[in-house]
């Protein structure tokens, strides 16, 4: 009996060292666990922002107020025959 639990012991101690200390062990999981969950949220923040560039992209080649609203914004132009007048303070 006693050379049996001895057995058992030292295999108990060996799944131990395995599971604790060796190739893929629970410490190396949970770090994974953890990166995989921040890239997961990165995932969700960039679907969310490639969503709101396809609905602009939509609208702009939908239709012109897109595009002309855009154009005063962001290149500054003017219609023809429009006075433009900036104030600076």
């Known amino acids: ?3 049996m639990l001895i057995v058992l012991m030292v295999s108990f101690v060996a799944l131990q060292h395995k599971l604790w200390l ?3 062990n629970v410490i190396q ?3 994974l666990q953890k990166k995989l969950n921040l890239q997961q949220t990165l995932n969700n923040q960039l679907v969310t922002r490639n969503k709101a560039l396809e609905a602009d992209i939509q609208e702009l080649k939908s239709g012109n107020q897109a595009l002309e609203e855009q154009a005063r914004a962001e290149l500054g132009m003017v219609k023809e025959g429009e ?3 900036q104030f600076l303070d």
């Open 22 to 24: 060796g190739d893929g």
């Open 29 to 31: 999981w949970m770090q």
């Open 83 to 85: 006075v433009f007048y």
């Open 1 to 3: 009996m006693r050379p």
